[in-house]
Nanobody, 126 residues
Framework: QVQLVESGGGSVQAGGSLTLSCVAS????????MGWFRQAPGKEREGVAA???????TVADSVKGRFTISKDIAKKTLYLLMNDLKPEDTAVYYC????????????????????WGQGTQVTVSS
């Protein structure tokens, strides 16, 4: 069973930045895809960004140009750099992964991922 542990959440003012980290219990080079999702109160969990085994990335339109996904294989860590944060970015952010390689149209879909972290809260005030 893969374990994922997120950290780096917190409270920031609009326009600020945060970097989320997700440490995996095994070498992430084994995973076909890793991704970040978020869930705001009363809303469905939505995909934010995904990264493939080859380093290719998929980013949601709502955060494109502001959020960057990356990974460090040696550290078994996935990152999400979030710049120019907005109040609508407030949510619990989850790390997810799967051994399979995901087709491009499914990379930001929740059901494409098998393993999930416990989430980290991000709150952006105006």
């Amino acid at each position: 069973q893969v374990q994922l542990v997120e950290s780096g959440g917190g409270s920031v003012q609009a326009g600020g930045s945060l970097t989320l980290s997700c440490v995996a219990s095994e070498y992430i080079s084994r995973f076909g895809h890793m991704g970040w999702f978020r869930q705001a109160p009363g809303k469905e969990r939505e995909g934010v960004a995904a990264i493939g085994i080859d380093g290719s990335t998929t980013v949601a339109d709502s955060v494109k140009g502001r959020f960057t996904i990356s990974k460090d294989i040696a550290k078994k860590t996935l990152y999400l750099l979030m710049n120019d944060l907005k109040p609508e970015d407030t949510a619990v952010y989850y790390c997810a992964t799967t051994y399979a390689s995901i087709s491009s149209w499914r990379r930001l879909l929740r059901d494409a991922y098998k393993f999930w972290g416990q989430g980290t809260q991000v709150t952006v005030s105006s």
